[in-house]
């Protein structure tokens, strides 16, 4: 049997959770002060410690001064509120979660059931890195590159813990990937893992998508409709696209994250928010900020845990492994077994990416339904563009991934009149050449490069969106901002 530590100095709330921890078949101990906790350690180390953070004798902090005192223990604080410096106490700590007091039965179980120990978390990562020695893959992730292995170094550390993540990077990155990676090292593994486009939803269902709604509570609501954060009760809500979220959604979402509880649309009772929140933007967070597309206490609130995941062109060396992983999904699907000659992948490893990984993978699939053989070599792979520069202070930066437009662009349209009074000139010394000098921001480089990709295909949205490796939903939106923006000067 289990056995738990409960360190509270208020005696009425300590027996009222011994009582309650008891009926779930564990073990109970209660402490009242930091002494008699480690009166308590020393007699029966606990497998699970709930530490109230304010004791009469000390912090609660203080009881971690020895690591070696409960090394082997899961610890779940006790606070008054689940606020942003509580987060960052407990990252420090390697917290499994919170308790907010007064604590809530329902939140108690929660905890309880998610119950495990150290040691068999860490097995689990030892596991994964055991797969990228012998593999080339963490979990999800692959590459072994030192900018993934720096990722893969984060992703081990916050798992295990209740901290909120919020992954960067461009769009074709892998952030999904690197969500799921977190939620199945977690405690919370066995529960679900929903990820949410934001950019894909509209604004007007939006709301009632993540949080439901009550029936009747709008026209067409004929029956209750549960949202995201009940359907992914007990487990992880990965939002991406976050700065897609209207700013009035990101206020109820602020406040969720604070309180730990929301309401549905429609409904006047609040209910409680069991679940791991992940968010992730291929924008630059405080270019969101100043742009007004991501409020500023939301983001401090999201950025407890930043993890930032490199472009495919920053990690080239990456490039067969992932493109031979992706074959021989392809193979095991299809049947038919094809191979890369070295020619072939010498190709990839000296194109740009611009669509990071996502693109990568599109190309694999083609060639291989290209390839007559068995055989796959550089004839239908993308040519090399060495003209096509990026100053190493700006690089290409991200465009929203989000669902592609069913709408098909006109084959060969001139560009919109808003768009063209807009749109600033690009240096463009040759036809196939984009030069950004040093220093100008992503917001800028990412224009140009849409702008010059855009007239170089002479304004065919769908083809200039497939060579940006972005959907054509994304290019609309981006030239849509671009008109409003010459707009307004």
Same mark, same amino acid.
């Given at each position: 049997m289990n056995h738990v530590l409960i360190v509270d100095d208020d005696v009425d709330s300590a027996a009222t959770l011994r009582e309650l921890v008891a009926l779930e078949n564990f073990s109970v101990a209660t402490a009242h002060t930091l002494r008699d906790a480690r009166r308590q350690i020393a007699m029966q180390p606990p497998d699970l410690v709930l530490l109230d953070l304010q004791l009469p004798d000390g912090s609660g902090l203080d009881l971690f001064s020895d690591p070696e005192l409960i090394s082997s223990s899961e610890l779940v604080l006790i606070t008054g509120h689940a606020s942003l410096?509580? @987060?960052?106490?407990?990252?420090?700590?390697?917290?499994?979660?919170?308790?907010? =007091?007064?604590?809530?039965? =329902?939140?108690? *179980?929660?905890?309880?059931?998610?119950f495990m120990k150290p040691a068999a978390l860490k097995?689990?990562?030892?596991?994964? *890195?055991? @797969?990228?020695?012998?593999?080339?893959?963490? /979990?999800?992730?692959?590459?072994?590159?030192?900018?993934?292995? *720096?990722?893969y170094?984060?992703? @081990?550390?916050?798992? /295990? &813990?209740?901290? &909120?993540?919020?992954i960067t990077g461009e769009s074709g990155t892998g952030k999904e990937v690197v969500a799921q990676t977190v939620h199945d090292l977690s405690r919370r593994r066995k529960q679900p893992f929903l990820a949410v486009n934001c950019g894909a939803i509209s604004p007007n269902l939006i709301e009632s998508e993540i949080f439901g709604h009550e029936k009747g509570s709008f026209t067409g609501a004929d029956r209750q409709h549960l949202g995201f954060f009940e359907r992914a009760n007990g487990g992880t809500l990965f939002l991406d696209e976050i700065t897609e979220m209207p700013q009035e959604l990101q206020v109820k979402l602020l406040r969720v994250l604070e309180t730990g509880r929301f309401m549905r649309v429609g409904s006047t009772q609040s209910l409680e928010a069991d679940v791991r929140v992940i968010a992730a933007t291929?924008?630059?967070?405080?270019?969101?900020?100043?742009?007004?597309?991501?409020?500023?206490?939301?983001?401090?609130?999201?950025?407890?845990f930043p993890i930032e995941l490199p472009p495919l062109r920053h990690k080239l060396s990456d490039v067969p492994l992932l493109a031979q992983h992706f074959l021989d999904a392809i193979v095991a699907q299809e049947g038919q077994v094809k191979r890369f000659t070295p020619k072939a992948l010498d190709r990839l490893g000296c194109y740009h990416w611009p669509g990071n990984v996502r693109e990568l993978r599109n190309v694999v699939q083609r060639a291989y339904v290209m390839a007559s053989g068995e055989v796959?070599?550089?004839?239908?792979?993308?040519?090399?563009?060495?003209?096509? &520069?990026?100053?190493?202070?700006?690089p290409a930066p991200a465009a929203p991934a989000a669902t592609p437009s069913k709408? @098909?662009?006109?084959?060969? %349209?001139?560009?919109?009149? %808003?768009?063209?009074?807009?749109?600033?000139?690009?240096?463009?010394p040759g036809a196939d050449t984009l030069t950004l000098p040093i220093g100008i921001s992503m917001a800028q480089a990412e224009r140009q490069l849409i702008e010059? &990709?855009?007239?170089?295909?002479?304004?065919? *949205?769908?083809?200039?969106?497939?060579?940006?490796?972005?959907?054509l939903k994304t290019l609309y939106n981006r030239l849509k901002e671009y008109a409003a923006e010459g707009g307004e000067e």
């Open positions: 410096e509580t @987060s960052i106490e407990a990252l420090r700590l390697g917290a499994a979660d919170y308790l907010v =007091k007064p604590v809530a039965i =329902k939140q108690l *179980k929660g905890v309880l059931s998610r097995a689990d990562v030892a596991r994964m *890195k055991a @797969s990228l020695a012998t593999g080339g893959h963490f /979990g999800h992730l692959w590459g072994q590159d030192p900018s993934m292995l *720096k990722v170094e984060q992703i @081990s550390r916050v798992a /295990g &813990t209740a901290v &909120t993540v919020f291929n924008r630059q967070p405080e270019q969101a900020v100043a742009q007004g597309k991501l409020r500023e206490d939301l983001l401090y609130r999201l950025n407890v796959i070599d550089d004839e239908w792979l993308p040519q090399p563009q060495p003209g096509a &520069t990026v100053a190493p202070s700006a709408a @098909s662009a006109p084959a060969a %349209a001139e560009p919109p009149a %808003a768009y063209a009074a807009s749109a600033p000139a690009a240096s463009a010059a &990709t855009l007239r170089h295909h002479k304004y065919q *949205k769908e083809r200039t969106a497939a060579v940006l490796g972005i959907s």
